[in-house]
C-alpha cells in the first residue's frame, strides 16, 4: 500500500487546479493524517504507520486552531529523526476542508475532515429524530462551504414504510444534491452509492450519532472495519466506538472518514454556505426593495411574499433565518476578535518600541 492508495495524486491533482504550489519536500515524506489522537497524529507514509509529533517551532507558528492537522491532512514528515515517533514538519495547503466552529464561546474553528471530495450527510429514517430536515440544511450550508461535493444519504430504509416520500421531503431541502435512500442492514441502494465512492475520493461521513454512517462504512467495505453501535452494546467495553474521526481504505480504493456523532454543529462559514444551500431563497432576495433586506418583515420582501404565497416553506425560511443571525453573530465576534488581536499586537509593538528607545538613551544602542 502506497500513498496513491490514500488518494496522494487526487490531492496533488486538486491543489493544482486551485493554483496551489506546494512546498519542496527537501527529502521528507508525504503522508497523510489517518486519525488523531490529542497532539498525536497517526500518519499513512510509503514506509507504512506511526504516530507523529508537531515540532515546537511548527506549534509556535499556528495562530488558530484550524492550522493544526486534521484527519485527510497531507504533511511532510521525518520519520528518521531518531525518535519513537515520526515529525511533522510541515502541513499541507488543503483543497478542502470541513469546518464548525468550535463549541462554547470562543471564536474559533475546528476542522471536521481535510482534503475531501464528498460530504455524506447521512440521516437514519427509523422514525425519531434521525431524521431532520432543518439539520440538513445545517450541514448542507457548512458543506457547501467546504470546497467537496454534498450528499444526502437516508439510511435504514428499511425501517421505513414510505421511502420515496421522504426523499421527496429531502429533496426538497437540498436542491442540486442527490439524495439516496439505503439500508446498510440490507444493502438495498448500495450500487448506486458506490458510484459516490469513487476510488481515490476521499468522503467524509456525518450526521448525529446513531444514524449508521459506520454501518456504512462497513456494508461498502464488505467486512466489519468499523464499531457500531449494536456491537457496543454486545460488547460492553464500548471503547471500540466510533469516538475519533478515522480515514479508512476500502478494496475499491474509496477514502471514508468515520466521524462520531456531534451534538452541536454550529456553523462558520461566510455566507457563500448559505446562498448554496438556500438557492431558492438567494435568488429572490435581488428582488427585495431594500437592498439591505434582511427578510424578517421589511415591505417589498420578496423572500417574505414567496413564504406566504407558499412557494417557500415557512419552516425552511425560520431556519435560513435563524442561520442568517447566526453567522451576523458569528462575523461580528470574529471582527472583535481581529480587532483585539490587532489592539494587542500594536500594544505589543509600542512596547518593544518604547524599549527600543530607552536602551538607546542609556547605552547609545540597542542591548539584545
Ligand atoms: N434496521 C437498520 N439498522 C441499522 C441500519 N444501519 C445501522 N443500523 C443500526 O443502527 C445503530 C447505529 O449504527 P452505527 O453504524 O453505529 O451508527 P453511527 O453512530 O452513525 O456510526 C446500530 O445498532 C446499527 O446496527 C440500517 O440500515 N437498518
Ligand atoms: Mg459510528
Ligand atoms: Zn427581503
Redesign the pocket.
Known amino acids: 500500500m502506497n500513498i496513491e492508495d490514500y488518494g496522494w495524486n487526487t490531492y496533488r491533482a486538486a491543489v493544482k487546479k486551485k493554483d496551489t504550489q506546494l512546498p519542496d519536500d527537501e527529502g521528507l515524506a508525504p503522508g497523510r493524517v489517518v486519525t488523531e489522537s490529542g497532539h498525536y497524529y497517526k500518519v499513512r507514509t510509503d514506509g507504512g504507520e506511526n504516530w507523529a509529533v508537531l515540532t515546537g517551532s511548527l506549534l509556535n507558528s499556528f495562530t488558530g486552531r484550524t492550522e493544526y492537522p486534521a484527519v485527510g491532512d497531507w504533511l511532510f514528515v521525518d520519520p528518521d529523526a531518531g525518535h519513537e515517533h515520526w515529525i511533522i514538519r510541515k502541513v499541507l495547503a488543503r483543497h478542502s476542508a470541513l469546518l464548525r466552529k468550535t463549541a462554547g464561546r470562543t471564536t474559533d474553528a475546528q476542522v471536521l475532515a481535510a482534503n475531501i471530495d464528498y460530504v455524506f450527510i447521512?440521516n437514519g429514517l427509523d422514525g425519531g429524530r434521525n431524521f431532520n430536515l432543518r439539520g440538513i440544511e445545517r450541514y448542507l450550508t457548512i458543506a457547501w462551504d467546504s470546497g467537496a461535493q454534498p450528499a444526502v444519504i437516508l439510511?435504514?430504509a428499511?425501517?421505513c414504510d414510505d421511502v420515496s416520500a421522504t426523499v421527496l421531503q429531502a429533496q426538497a431541502v437540498a436542491p442540486g444534491v442527490p439524495v439516496l435512500a439505503v439500508?446498510?442492514?440490507t444493502g438495498a441502494g448500495f450500487e448506486e452509492l458506490k458510484t459516490l465512492a469513487p476510488p481515490g475520493r476521499t468522503i467524509v461521513l456525518t450526521?448525529g450519532?446513531?444514524?449508521?454512517?459506520?454501518?456504512i462504512i462497513n456494508r461498502l467495505a464488505g467486512e466489519e472495519i468499523m464499531y457500531?453501535?449494536?456491537q457496543r452494546q454486545q460488547d460492553l467495553r464500548g471503547k471500540h466506538t466510533?469516538t475519533r474521526r478515522q480515514l479508512v481504505r476500502l478494496t475499491s480504493g474509496a477514502l471514508l472518514i468515520d466521524t462520531p456523532?456531534l451534538r452541536e454543529i454550529a456553523l462558520w462559514t461566510d455566507a457563500g454556505g448559505l446562498s448554496s444551500a438556500f438557492p431558492e431563497i438567494d435568488e429572490l432576495t435581488v428582488s427585495c426593495r431594500f437592498r439591505d433586506c434582511t427578510h424578517s418583515g421589511e415591505p417589498g420582501c420578496a423572500v417574505l411574499e414567496a413564504v406566504t404565497s407558499g412557494k417557500i416553506e415557512r419552516s425552511r425560511y425560520e431556519n435560513y433565518l435563524s442561520m442568517q443571525r447566526e453567522l451576523e453573530y458569528l462575523n461580528s465576534r470574529r471582527d472583535e476578535k481581529s480587532r483585539l488581536e490587532y489592539d494587542r499586537e500594536l500594544k505589543a509593538r509600542g512596547k518593544e518600541l518604547s524599549r527600543y528607545v530607552k536602551d538607546i538613551k542609556k547605552h547609545g544602542k540597542r542591548r539584545f
Do not use: E, P, W
Open positions: 447521512v439510511n435504514k428499511d425501517l439500508s446498510a442492514a450526521g450519532s446513531g444514524v449508521g454512517k459506520s454501518s457500531t453501535g449494536q466510533t456523532g
